[in-house]
């Protein structure tokens, strides 16, 4: 008989290698089993740890967004001192050859 829902699940001969502890061998032949009540709490806790990776990471790029913001006006600033500098040159050599 077709099932009416699918299911899903991990083969605990692979899950062991990973997570021995939400594996379990029951006797008499030494049948591996799943214990899947375990594996909510790890999960839950490996999601909770990369939530905070990411909300760390996201503050890093915060923090390098801002600072590349602040680089950007100072090197506007510097550019258009850069400019008026050139004029003030021009018209400096401009005096100087008609000497």
Same mark, same amino acid.
């Given at each position: ?35 899947? !009540? ?9 999601? !909770?740890?990369?939530? @905070?990776?990411?909300?760390?990471? @996201? ?6 967004? @801002? ?33």
């Amino acid at each position: 008989p077709e099932a009416k829902y699918s299911r899903y699940g991990f083969v605990a001969q692979e899950l062991e290698g990973v997570l021995p502890d939400v594996v379990r061998t029951l006797p008499p032949r030494n049948e591996k089993h799943v214990a899947y !009540q375990d594996m909510v709490a790890v999960l839950t806790l490996i999601s !909770q740890v990369q939530q @905070e990776q990411l909300k760390a990471h @996201e503050i890093r790029a915060q923090g390098r967004s @801002e600072k590349l913001k602040e680089q950007a006006a100072r090197l506007t600033k510097v550019q258009r001192m850069m400019a008026a500098l050139s004029s003030r040159l021009a018209v400096w050599e401009s005096r100087m050859s008609r000497r």
